[in-house]
Every structure is written in C-alpha cells, then in structure tokens.
C-alpha cells in the first residue's frame, strides 16, 4: 500500500465508509507509517467536527446520574494498574512508610506464630480456588469444541505472523468464542490482544497470555453475535502505541 | 492548543488515577455534545442515551484508549460516540435515514449548555464554519458525505439508497472530505467546544 493510495483511503476510513477488511488494512499501515498516521488523523479530526451539524441538547439529568453511579460501583479509588501510573513515593511518605514498618514489626512479633498458621491455610484454601477455577474452565473448553454445533476456522497468518498459527472455535447456542493459538513470539513488553468485527465495528476481545512456549488460549463471550459472519484478529501491541499489528486473521460463518 | 484541550488531557490523566471528580468534570463539559452526537444518529433518546453511557464508562475504564498525541481529546469523545452509535443502528438493522435537509436552514436553539456565554459563542463560530464549508461543496458530495457520517448506512446501501454506482459514491464520499479538510483548515482556529 503505498502513501498515494493511502491518501485515499483516511478520508473514508474517518466517516466509517471503509469496509472492515480495508479498515483492517489502513490501520494496520499507518501503525508503521508517521506520516500516514499524521494525515489519518487530521482526517478524523475533520469528521469530527462533521458532529458539530447535530442539534445540541441538554443531556438528561438521569444520564447522569447513572454513568456516575457505575463509576462509584466500580471504584473510584484504586489507581488503574497502568504502565507508569504508579505513584513515585515523596521523601514523606518514604520517612513514614520506615518508621510505620518498625511499629508494625514490633506488634507482630509475638503474633507471628499465629498469624503465619493463617496465611498457610489461607494459601491452601486459595490454591483450591484456583485448581475448582481451571477445571470449569477446561471442561467449559471441552463442551465447547465438543458440540456439533460449532463453527470452527484456521487462522490465515498475515506477514507479520512469524510462527504464530492457531484456530478459533465459535459455538452460537453456547455463546462462546475460543481462540487458541501457538508459536507467539514471546517479546518483552509486547502484548497480545483477540478483536473481532461484526456488525458492531471491531471489538477488543481480551488479552492473549502466551506461556514459555508461545501458547495461549482465550474463550470470550459472544452471546451478542446475532449475524452470520465475523472476523477475528490476534493481535501485537507494541509499547509506546495504541495501534495493533494483526498477526493471525481468520472469518467465522455460521452453518 | 487552547486551555480548555489542555485542561481535558489533564483531566484524562487524573481518570487514569481514578479521580472520580476529574471524570465528572469532563463528562459535565462535554455529555450535552456526546448526547446530541447520538441523538443525531440514533433519532431514539433512549437509545442515544445509552449510547453516551457506553461512550463514558469506557472513558471510566479504559482512558489510554485516548492518546494526546494524535489529537484533542473533544475529537476522540464525539468520534468514539458517533461510531458506538453507528454501530448501534447497523446492529439492530435499523436503515431509518433522516433527511439531510430536517437541520439545514432551521435556527439552532441556544446552546444547551449557557453556563458559560464564552463557550457558546465558540460552539456557533465552530458550528458556521463547518456549514460554510459544506455549503461550497457540490450537493452531491454533501449528501454523500452527510449520510456516511450520519446515516449508520453503509457505502453500499448508500449507493442503493441513491441508485449510484458504489465507486461514485465513494468518490465523492472522499471528494467531499478532502474538500472539508482544506475548507476548515484555513478557517482561522476557534477553541472547539466544550
């Protein structure tokens, strides 16, 4: 794709008038090109102001006060566990954070037995938890490939790709879509992400986990696919970007 | 860039910390725009309202979404809200299509949001700028691009909708941004709203 063609193709990608698979293949571009990044968004930034034709309204007050209500449930307190949003201690809280650690010390001390006898049961109790977990998990996994009624497709690797390959299972009456996948280059810093496209625009699916290997594996809920095809990506993202490199891509239909 | 921009980055940065003020203060600053936005698409209220709910708890939730680097964040918000928003009607097969021409030509009511006079003077400079470009492009591609940006319809069922050949819409899809693009960008630089 070269910078001409691109040049074409920002002005419809910024009103929506691309289709998934060019949408899919601009962005995919621009992820590696500054320049084509640079026009895509001064495209974007037009079309937004296409918004400014709507009639303005007052927004209900009851709007309000539910999208608060949500931010208050979800908590408003805890920091997001976001690369660089830890907070960096002051002098003050290092000077308290030392001293508060001694009292603490001495406190415990003679409670030491009696806590630790807790926090050994307590970490059985918790790897229970964990082993009950997987095994709902493994055996939701085996219901899903099991049915008859499933859709399955082999990824098609794009070049990008390297030795990552996999297949991606989509049972409707369940709901559920899995994604398993191997030989992902296992890079620092560099995530991986499952998206798909329907009829509702390209939707972040969740994150792939590789182990040592390059394996990973991710079942999401898609009881909301009412249509017959959707696309799925896995996908890099690399530090620094918002912009994710496709790497496995595969077309879901229902029977 | 102007305060206000600068102040929304802030803003967003304060989200990441979970600052729940910082995220009302946005969502008081720009829901009217946001609403208004899904309005404009949905032509449902409970459905636009829905819509700018999704638009903000995902603003709540994932605030990296929007990176400072590729523009001001008022464009973010109005586009993530008009894509939600698009998406909604192609999901729900809804093709209901308003007529370009209902908002043409009709007075806009005051600003909704008149707490501050300064700001809504802003808005309607921005607001006659941006007709004032679309008025110096061929019918055609206004229609066309209006109802690519508007319409939830796709090319394709523009074409039908029109009985034009697909390239033909697309191209002046694409004239008509180009053109837009050009037009705004030596219109002198007003504060978008906020």
Redesign the interface.
């Known amino acids: 794709m070269n910078s001409e063609h691109v040049e074409?193709l920002v002005?419809?990608e910024?009103?929506?008038?691309l289709?998934p698979e060019e949408s899919a293949f601009l962005r995919a571009h621009v992820a590696d090109c500054a320049r084509c990044?640079a026009s895509l968004?001064?495209?974007?930034?037009?079309?937004?102001?296409?918004?400014?034709?709507?009639?303005?309204?007052?927004?209900?007050s009851?709007?309000?006060g539910?999208?608060?209500a949500?931010?208050?449930r979800?908590?408003?307190?805890?920091?997001?566990a976001?690369p660089g949003?830890a907070r960096t201690p002051t002098p003050l809280m290092r000077f308290n954070r030392k001293w508060g650690a001694m009292a603490a010390m001495l406190f415990l001390l003679p409670l030491g037995g009696l806590l630790g006898w807790n926090f050994l049961l307590q970490t059985e109790v918790n790897d229970l938890k964990q082993e009950s977990r997987q095994i709902q998990e493994t055996q939701r996994d085996v219901v899903l490939l099991a049915l008859p009624t499933t859709v399955r497709a082999r990824f098609t690797p794009t070049q990008d790709a390297g030795t990552a390959q996999g297949t991606v299972s989509w049972n409707p009456d369940v709901g559920q879509c899995q994604v398993v996948v191997r030989g992902l280059p296992v890079e620092e810093g560099v995530s991986y992400r499952v998206f798909y496209q329907g009829?509702?625009?390209v939707v972040d699916a969740g994150e792939l986990r590789p182990d040592e290997s390059g394996g990973a594996a991710l079942t999401f809920d898609v009881k909301k696919w009412?249509g017959a095809e959707y696309q799925v990506w896995v996908a890099a993202l690399r530090p620094g970007t918002?912009q994710a490199t496709a790497l496995l891509q595969a077309e879901l239909r229902r029977q | 860039m102007s305060d206000t921009d600068s102040d929304d980055e802030y803003l967003v940065q304060r989200i990441v910390e979970r600052d729940a003020d910082a995220f009302a203060r946005l969502y008081d600053r720009h829901a009217d725009l946001v609403y208004s936005v899904a309005l404009r698409v949905l032509a449902d209220p409970s459905l636009a309202q829905d819509t700018a709910q999704d638009v903000f708890l995902r603003l709540w939730r994932t605030p990296a979404a929007y990176d400072p680097a590729r523009g001001r964040f008022v464009s973010w918000l109005v586009s993530v809200a008009r894509n939600r928003a698009v998406d909604e009607v192609r999901m729900r097969g809804r093709r209901r299509v308003r007529e370009i021409g209902e908002d043409v030509g009709v007075e806009d009511p005051p600003d909704a949001r008149a707490e501050d006079p300064q700001l809504a003077v802003q808005v309607q400079a921005d607001r006659i700028a941006v007709r004032r470009a679309l008025a110096q492009l061929p019918e055609d591609q206004r229609l066309a691009l209006e109802l690519a940006y508007f319409s939830g319809l796709t090319q394709q069922e523009i074409a039908e909708r029109l009985q034009q050949p697909l390239g033909t819409i697309k191209t002046r899809t694409r004239l008509a941004m180009r053109k837009l693009r050009v037009a705004l960008s030596a219109e002198v630089e007003t504060p978008y709203p906020v």
Request: net charge negative; glycine share 6%.
């Open positions: 074409d002005d419809l910024a009103v929506g008038a289709s990044r968004d001064e495209a974007e930034a037009t079309a937004a102001r296409l918004a400014l034709l709507s009639p303005m309204h007052r927004a209900p009851e709007l309000r539910r999208v608060m949500e931010v208050q979800s908590g408003a307190s805890a920091p997001l976001l949003a009829m509702r625009g009412q918002e």
